[in-house]
C-alpha cells in the first residue's frame, strides 16, 4: 500500500532547513528512569538502556519487532565497546527482524529531536510505514581516552583525555558549553537571582509533577538481569547489589530557593550546578507510523509529527538556537507563538533556556510545565525524544492541540518540531 504520510521540505534564505509533514503519527513513546552520574545505572550500557526504552515504546504502541521497517536511534558519546553496533543492537534485541536496518543519528543535543524528523521523512517516503526511532546515553560511562597512544608514547607522556569534559568543549569559539550560557547571561542581561529562581521554578515543577504521577507515565522501568534476544548472546542489565529494579529519576529531588543560592559558581558567573541540567543516564524511544497504518491496526496515537526545522547560530551563544529555530518552525507553518499551547524546550543551562524565554518573550505558564533538565537532567542524545513525548502526554491530559519541543544544539545549532493532536 502505498505511503499515508507525505513531506514538503523549505529551506531558510539566512541558512537552515525544515520540513511540513503530513499523516506522520507518533504512536506512543516510553524512557527510561534517569540515572544520575556515577548513580544506580552506572554500569548499564547505553546500548541496554535503548533496548528497554524501544522494547516499552513497542509495548506502549501495542505492537511487536516484527511490525517495524526502520529503526533510527541516537547516541553521540560513544560510551561502550559496542557502541559502533548501538543501534543495530538496539534493533535486534527489541525484536525488529534481522532483515530491517538502523542508523545512528548524532547531532548532539538535537539527536532526539532529529531522529523523529529522520523517521517521518522516511515514512513520508514510502521507505517504512513504521520507524522505531529514540536515543540513548550513558555520560557516566564516557571514556578516558588516550587519541595518540597508538603512534606511541615518551616516557611518563602519556596523554588521556576525559571525553565528558572534552564534549562540553567547543574549540571553535574556544569555549566551553556552560561559558557560552554566561555569554548569553551577559548578552541579555540576566543576574543569578533571575537564573535561580528560573532552576527553583523547574526542579518544584518537576517534583511536582512525580508526585502526581504524571512523570511515572512516561517512564519504563529498567530491570536487573539477562536481556536475550532469539538466537543472539545474551546481554544482561547490571544494577547495583540489593536493586532488581530502576524506575524513577535519580536527579529528581526537592529543592529550595535558599540553598540554590548558596551554591558557588562554576564559570565565575551565574550558572552553578543547581542551575545546570543534571549529567545523567538514560534512554527514551517512539514509534512512528503513517496515519493509514495507523487506522488499519486501530492506533490512536498519542498525536502527529506536523513540521521540524533546524537552524544555525553563533557557537558562543549556542543556547539561543531554539529561538530562530522555533521563529521559522512557525512562520513556515502559518502559526505565531499563541497558537502553540505548550513549550519544551531543554534546559542545557539555566541562563540558556531564559535567555531563549526573553528572546520569544514566551509564558512561562506553558513552558516546561512538568519542569525540565534542570529538574530532570539531559541525558545527551535522549533528550529530544523526552521533550516530545513529555509534550504529546501532557497536550493529552490538558486536552490542548499544539506543542512545539526544541533543543540548543553545541556547536551553534537550534532544533525544533511542532506537535499536534485533534
Known amino acids: 500500500m502505498a505511503p499515508s ?60 519487532g516484527p511490525d517495524v521497517d526502520q529503526v533510527v536511534f541516537a547516541n553521540v558519546a560513544q560510551s561502550g565497546p559496542d557502541a559502533f553496533y548501538l543501534p543495530r543492537h538496539v534493533a535486534l534485541y527489541a525484536g525488529v527482524p534481522r532483515e530491517v536496518p538502523a542508523v545512528l543519528v548524532n547531532r548532539l543535543c538535537g539527536s532526539g529531536l532529529e531522529v523523529l524528523a529522520y523517521g517521518a521523512e522516511q515514512l513520508a517516503l514510502g521507505k517504512a510505514r513504521v520507524a522505531l526511532c529514540g536515543g540513548t546515553e550513558s555520560m557516566t560511562r564516557n571514556p578516558i581516552a588516550s587519541y595518540g597512544a597508538r603512534l606511541g608514547v615518551e616516557m611518563g607522556r602519556v596523554d588521556f583525555v576525559d571525553t565528558l569534559t572534552a564534549e562540553l568543549l567547543d574549540p571553535a569559539c574556544g569555549a566551553s558549553m556552560g561559558q557560552t550560557a554566561e555569554n548569553l ?47 543472539l548472546q545474551p546481554r544482561k542489565v547490571a544494577l547495583p547489589r540489593k536493586v532488581d529494579r530502576f524506575d524513577r529519576d535519580e536527579h529528581l529531588r526537592p529543592t529550595d530557593a535558599a540553598g540554590l543560592a548558596k551554591l558557588p559558581p562554576v564559570f565565575d558567573g551565574v550558572q552553578t550546578a543547581g542551575n545546570s541540567s ?60 499563541d497558537d502553540v499551547d505548550l513549550f519544551e524546550i531543554n534546559e542545557a543551562f539555566g541562563a540558556q533556556a531564559l535567555a531563549v524565554t526573553r528572546e520569544l518573550d514566551l509564558d512561562p505558564e506553558v513552558l516546561n510545565v512538568n519542569g525540565g533538565a534542570i529538574a530532570l537532567g539531559h541525558p545527551l542524545a535522549a533528550t529530544g525524544t523526552r521533550l516530545a513525548v513529555t509534550a504529546l502526554l501532557e497536550l493529552a491530559r490538558r486536552g490542548k492541540r499544539r506543542a512545539v519541543a526544541s533543543a540548543c544544539i553545541g556547536g551553534g545549532q537550534g532544533i525544533a518540531l511542532l506537535l499536534e493532536r485533534d
Open 185 to 231: 547571561a551577559k548578552r541579555y542581561g540576566l543576574g543569578r537571582e533571575d537564573v535561580d529562581a528560573f532552576a527553583f521554578r523547574s526542579h518544584q515543577r518537576g517534583w511536582d509533577a512525580w508526585e502526581a504521577g504524571r512523570i511515572a507515565d512516561e517512564i519504563a522501568p529498567v530491570v536487573a538481569g539477562a536481556c536475550n534476544g532469539g538466537g
Open 278 to 337: 543534571g549529567i545523567v543516564d538514560g534512554a527514551a524511544a517512539a514509534v512512528l507510523c503513517d496515519a493509514a497504518y495507523a487506522q488499519e491496526r486501530g492506533i490512536a496515537g498519542l498525536g502527529r509529527l506536523s513540521a521540524s526545522c533546524t537552524v544555525g547560530v553563533d557557537p558562543d551563544v549556542m543556547g539561543i538556537g531554539p529561538a530562530p529555530a522555533i521563529r521559522a518552525l512557525l512562520a513556515e507553518t502559518g502559526l505565531g507563538l
Open 5 to 64: 504520510a507525505t513531506v514538503k521540505g523549505f529551506r531558510l534564505p539566512g541558512g537552515g532547513f525544515g520540513a511540513r509533514y503530513e499523516g506522520v503519527v507518533v504512536a506512543a513513546g516510553k524512557r527510561t528512569a534517569f540515572g544520575k552520574f556515577m548513580g544506580t545505572l552506572a554500569r548499564v550500557s547505553p546500548t541496554d538502556l535503548g533496548i528497554v526504552a524501544a522494547r516499552a515504546a513497542l509495548d506502549a504502541a501495542g505492537l511487536a
